[in-house]
């Protein structure tokens, strides 16, 4: 088989006996494309490692594996970039793999075919719309709707729509991220995109091919609009996420952007400097999620300046 159709999966487990297993079956029998997974433990203390032995006896050449101590997701999947980077470059592309979903038999082959039309010279990245369900895999919905995925620059430094299991990218993607990374990550696949926004090209695919489990904290359905409001004011208003974000991703690849973008990103990251600032932000349209409750939210946290 091609290069072009051999994919290094990155896949970070913690504590995930429950679901592994359908998962990395579902990994390893896509079709026309030839995976293979790197995983990394983030110090489970169930049998998550004895199912992975289980597999490596099964599939030796096909899954790889590194233990480690627990430093959390992000960190996790962060260093999985740095062994793939420095150990196997007989890559082309690159995924990332959560523990407890359920692949379609083409979700990397459709990436594939999509990022083998743009260059490889600069960071690219192919996500995807997710299907919703529960713990036993039936329908609950769909993450995104099609309106909703609008990605350009500014909407990139408010919104990630590269849900992290959906990403595939080359190998000019994880050399920037592994290079340039920031010593704070708090998301990775929101680095990842803003790397591919900035520097190079995200294609989006409306269709699904990947059950997104929902179950205990990976939950991402919604309580009602008020106990939201409730919630956000009590923790996440407190937090600047999306400030110390777009801050880290600047002091970390300012010498790859463009004035203008420096520009952009600049102006996002020291709005609380002055009232002018706030208010270009405040009334930017480019910046706006044209939904009701996510312009809400946005708004009240330029005001409150907890962005």
């Known amino acids: ?44 203390v169930d049998s998550t490692k004895t199912i992975i032995n289980k597999y490596i006896e099964k599939y030796p050449h096909r899954i790889i594996f590194e233990e480690g101590n627990n430093v959390g997701f992000a960190q996790s999947f962060s260093e999985l970039l740095r062994i793939a980077y420095e150990s196997y470059d007989g890559f082309l592309y690159y995924a990332f793999a959560d523990q407890d979903d359920v692949w379609e038999p083409k979700k990397l082959l459709a990436a594939v075919q999509q990022l083998e039309e743009l260059s490889a010279d600069m960071p690219v990245a192919y996500c995807s719309n997710t299907t919703l369900v529960d713990k036993d895999l039936n329908f609950i919905g769909y ?67 990947i059950n997104y489990r929902q179950h205990g904290n990976n939950q991402i359905g919604k309580p009602g609009f ?29 010498g790859l952007l463009s004035v203008d973008d420096i520009g952009l990103i600049s102006r996002f990251v020291f709005y609380r400097e002055n009232v002018f600032m706030r208010l270009s932000l405040l009334f930017d349209r480019k910046l706006k999620c044209h939904e009701f409750e996510a312009d809400f939210f946005f708004i009240m946290k330029i005001i409150l300046g907890t962005v």
């Open 143 to 209: 993450a995104w709707k099609d309106a909703e995925v609008c990605i350009t620059k500014p909407r990139a430094l408010i919104q990630n729509f590269a849900t992290g299991c959906t990403m595939v990218f080359n190998r000019k993607a994880v050399e920037l991220y592994v290079s340039h990374r920031p010593p704070v990550i708090k998301r990775h696949d929101f680095l990842m995109f803003q790397i591919c926004v900035f520097l190079g090209k995200v294609v989006y695919d409306k269709h699904s091919y």
């Open 226 to 254: 008020w106990k939201r409001m409730q919630t956000r004011m009590k923790g996440r208003y407190k937090e600047r996420t999306l400030e110390l974000q777009n801050r880290y991703f600047l002091e970390a690849y300012k």
């Open 1 to 44: 088989m091609s290069n072009s159709k051999r994919v290094l999966v990155l896949l970070s487990t913690y504590n995930g006996e429950c679901y592994l297993e359908e998962q990395l079956d579902s990994i390893l029998n896509q079709e026309q494309v030839s995976p293979t997974i790197l995983i990394r433990d983030d110090g489970s």
